[in-house]
Nanobody, 128 residues
Framework: QAQLVESGGGLVQPGGSLRLSCTTSGFTKDLWLVGWFRQAPGKEREAVSCINISDDYTYYADSIKGRFTISRDNDKNTVYLDMTSLRPEDTAIYYC?????????????????????WGQGTQVTVSP
């Protein structure tokens, strides 16, 4: 069964760091586009960071630029999101997703509609 599994969430103090992992398994085709999105209570799900594995193009939302880094380990079928200088407003459920259809292979955006396969999410809470 094809799936994406997020891990690494937790409770951290402001200014702290976390590493989220998104491990893919069971997919029968190459996954070129992997993205991280987040949803805070009462808010819309928003893009955080995306990576196009074909050329390592990366996208970062303005709110996390300079603090978060997306990277990949192909041998482990895993995409990471390293989060530093965390703020209370980063509190959310973080989801990873992929474009299983392959329609957005050339994208230079990071939009929800480009992703059609989603993980269950991992909670990140930033609080004193």
């Amino acid at each position: 069964q094809a799936q994406l599994v997020e891990s690494g969430g937790g409770l951290v103090q402001p200014g702290g760091s976390l590493r989220l992992s998104c491990t893919t398994s069971g997919f029968t085709k190459d996954l070129w586009l992997v993205g991280w999105f987040r949803q805070a209570p009462g808010k819309e799900r928003e893009a955080v960071s995306c990576i196009n594995i074909s050329d390592d193009y990366t996208y970062y939302a303005d709110s996390i630029k300079g603090r978060f880094t997306i990277s990949r380990d192909n041998d482990k079928n895993t995409v990471y999101l390293d989060m530093t200088s965390l703020r209370p407003e980063d509190t959310a459920i973080y989801y990873c997703a992929t474009d299983l259809s392959g329609r957005y292979y050339y994208t230079r955006q990071c939009e929800r509609y480009e992703y059609d396969s989603w993980g269950q999410g991992t909670q990140v809470t930033v609080s004193p």
